[in-house]
């Protein structure tokens, strides 16, 4: 699986932003998807996870309200709808895939990664 993430930019505070992530390869419908994100200095977060069905999601607590994770298996493709953004929201955004159905808060869970797309969030 290959991903190719994108949609991300510069927005103000209280803005909304939609990331993307394209997936390549036969087995995205059978795996799980996450968004990960890693801000300046600090070490790469769970953000969101969505199983193979697009069922039950999981957020971390500091977005949890304001980010949504959903999939459209038929376009092989990921999103995070971003809204209320922060200024602490400012990271850059990587997508991941597990080549198991359900998802996983931690990064060692996860097979493949995409390429990153920075968020900045101004206030």
């Known amino acids: 699986v290959q991903l190719q993430a994108s949609g991300g930019g510069s927005v103000q505070a209280g803005g909304s932003l939609r990331l993307s992530c394209a997936a390549s390869g036969r087995t995205f419908s059978s795996s799980a998807m996450a968004w990960f994100r890693q801000a300046p200095g600090k070490e790469r977060e769970f953000v969101a996870h969505?199983?193979?069905?697009?069922?039950?999601?999981y957020y971390a607590d500091s977005v949890k309200g304001r980010f949504t994770i959903s999939r459209d298996n038929a376009k092989n493709t990921v999103y995070l709808q971003m809204n209320s953004l922060k200024p602490e929201d400012t990271a850059v955004y990587y997508c991941a895939a597990r080549r198991f159905p359900l998802g996983s808060t931690g990064e060692a869970g996860y097979d493949y990664w995409g390429q990153g797309t920075q968020v900045t969030v101004s206030s």
């Open positions: 969505i199983p193979w069905s697009g069922g039950t999601t």
